[in-house]
């Protein structure tokens, strides 16, 4: 049995077979994992990864200095 026998894995960022995503993918199947691209079905995925200013989380998002905004959107997005 592989170490990943058994495991379902979505992957984001599979971009081309240059991405390191792609190669994730690559290794994480030749151990076994069973990916979303080979899936029938995928009911729902949640997405929340993000980078922003930890500091600037407390409080409301509207209160977010311009600058903070604009990394978060560079690095997230």
């Keep these: 049995m592989s170490l990943m026998s058994g495991k379902n894995v979505v992957i984001f960022g599979v971009a081309n077979k240059r991405s390191i995503a792609w190669g994730i993918a690559q290794a994480l199947h030749e151990a076994g994992a069973e990916l979303a691209k080979v899936w029938d079905s995928l009911d729902f995925i949640v997405h929340a990864i993000a980078f922003s200013d930890k500091d600037q989380l407390r409080g ?14 560079d690095i997230s997005c």
């Design 60 to 73: 409301r998002y509207v209160d977010t200095t311009a600058d903070n905004f604009r990394m978060t959107m």
